[in-house]
DNA sequence: TGAAAATACATTACACGTTATATAACATGT
DNA sequence: ACATGTTATATAACGTGTAATGTATTTTCA
């Protein structure tokens, strides 16, 4: 029974701690993303929010928006374009800027999430944050057992008590499974 | 000028935002281990810890103890091989295991570390993350705030002649360094 | 005891971030 | 007007995580 020794390690270890989490949550928020139906990558998500809410943008505005480097947008744009969800026109006075717009099949994608993807995701995520408490620490701490204990995609319904495993309030904070 | 989508969303892009402090983090921390002239990686430095507080562990305990997947961790242990800090040996009862252990030249390595690379990064981000209280999202968004107005590598305290002092105009007054 | 299952590690292919650099279009100063 | 610099995007090379799968070794059990 090895222990975590980034978990252990506190501050020192921060980084690799924030992203083992977030790579574990765009994975759960996957999961959720296809028990959709919708194939698409979690981390696709925020260029089709960002064009949704300012309009057509250029790819480096969309690159700030998500906070990515510019090569990173242009790649994911491009799988973006690739699928059909959105369209690329030069821009009109400045021909180096590319304008990113949603298609017609983007547009109905972003609805739908709007509608019933978006919602879920946050459920989820909200149910899972929202005991946390304490310092940075200890909320990371309260994330890792939280998912240990109910992935996200078992949180998309809004009661506690449909989780199939005990839930936070009942297993002592530092447990592992 | 544009807005800062992840942020904007906040628990429906957590995932995608986790990741990316994750990467700010581990950045600037390399930055921190490169001022004092390792030639490390900031990812690698778990293993190193890891081998030092238990002993020789083998491959899946390190990836667990590390908490990645096993073919993360062997591809990284090969590194650290190739850099001659650790080396592998079958394990002596089982043929299919092999006992990771520092070489000499990782023991020094890591010696010096607790000394004097680990403190720095530890008070770097100690220093980032002490005055943090509130909720979740509101502890990310200092930590963001925090970075931009001086990343870790100006938060170590030491090594200052390495550090460039900013210009009083780029700094909000009462900033630490 | 020997076939089948499980285990530990290696290998491959891929996802998605980065930095560095190339190229085309625009802006500027003499 | 034209050489020069800047800006916007594309491309290449790389880092480091993942999943899927291969291979050697050990364990299990009929």
New interface residues.
């Given amino acids: 029974m090895?222990?975590?020794?980034?978990?252990d390690?506190?501050?020192?270890?921060?980084?690799?701690?924030?992203?083992?989490?977030?790579?574990?949550?765009?994975a759960?928020?996957q999961q959720i993303i296809q028990s959709f139906g919708a194939e698409i990558q979690?981390?696709q998500?925020?260029f089709l929010?960002?064009i949704d809410?300012?309009g057509p943008?250029t790819i480096g505005?969309?690159a700030?928006?998500?906070?990515?480097t510019q090569p990173g947008a242009t790649r994911t744009l491009a799988q973006l374009a690739d699928l059909g969800l959105v369209e690329a026109r030069a821009s009109d006075g400045d021909q180096r800027r590319k304008l990113v717009s949603l298609t017609d099949t983007g547009r109905a994608l972003v609805d739908r999430s709007k509608n019933e993807i978006?919602p879920s995701?946050?459920r989820a995520?909200?149910d899972l944050?929202s005991d946390?408490q304490g310092?940075?620490l200890d909320?990371l701490a309260g994330?890792e057992d939280g998912l240990a204990i109910a992935p996200l995609a078992r949180r998309t319904t809004k009661k506690a008590e449909d989780h199939q495993c005990p839930t936070a309030s009942t297993v002592p904070p530092g447990t592992r499974f």
Same sequence: chains 1, 2.
Avoid: H, K, M, N
């Fill in positions: 090895a222990d975590d020794i980034v978990r390690f506190g501050y020192l270890c921060l980084g690799s701690r924030f992203r083992r989490i977030g790579e574990r949550l765009q759960d928020t979690a981390g998500y925020p929010a960002a809410r300012s943008l505005e969309l700030e928006a998500v906070g990515i978006w995701i946050e995520v909200r944050c946390l310092t940075l909320q994330i």
